[in-house]
């Protein structure tokens, strides 16, 4: 019953406006940054947002370091955009420490990325 409720609680634009306000600014920052230092990079977020969601739904558990994860598996070896999440969480730590999930970082890059994207292509 809890994983059906939990999983009907999908993040909405607005979703952090009380607890952390500026995390969509802060990311699409994030990501813009990176994108003006290498365009190639959008299309390396969305990719490892449809890794991560492909397995058991989009949960983060593409970012997990170690021998026996997603991350090292065979069709995951060649995923771009680490330092990007890496950066956008080091950031949001800074803002609203322990509020934003890494799953919703993900998707908010990759929508971002997508954006530039078209903005830009």
Same mark, same amino acid.
């Given at each position: 019953?809890?994983?059906? +409720?939990?999983?009907?609680? *999908?993040?909405?634009? *607005?979703?952090?406006?009380?607890?952390?306000?500026?995390?969509?600014?802060?990311?699409?920052?994030?990501?813009?940054?990176?994108?003006?230092?290498?365009?190639?990079?959008?299309?390396?977020?969305?990719?490892?947002?449809?890794?991560?969601c492909?397995?058991? *739904?989009?949960?983060?558990?593409?970012?997990?370091?170690?021998s026996s994860?997603?991350?090292?598996?065979?069709?995951?070896?060649?995923?771009? *955009?680490?330092?990007?999440?890496?950066?956008?969480?080091?950031?949001?730590?800074?803002?609203?420490?322990?509020?934003?999930?890494?799953?919703?970082? +993900?998707?908010?890059?990759?929508?971002?990325?997508?954006? +530039?994207?078209?903005?830009?292509?």
């Open positions: 019953m809890a994983a059906a +409720l939990a999983q009907g609680q *999908g993040t909405r634009v *607005g979703f952090y406006s009380y607890t952390c306000p500026e995390v969509e600014s802060i990311v699409k920052e994030t990501v813009t940054d990176h994108f003006n230092s290498n365009p190639t990079i959008a299309p390396g977020l969305l990719r490892m947002h449809f890794h991560d492909f397995v058991r *739904g989009c949960d983060a558990s593409i970012l997990l370091t170690g994860t997603e991350r090292t598996a065979g069709p995951n070896s060649l995923l771009r *955009g680490y330092e990007v999440i890496d950066d956008a969480k080091t950031r949001l730590e800074a803002a609203c420490p322990g509020v934003v999930s890494c799953a919703d970082i +993900l998707a908010l890059a990759a929508r971002d990325s997508v954006l +530039l994207e078209c903005i830009y292509a």
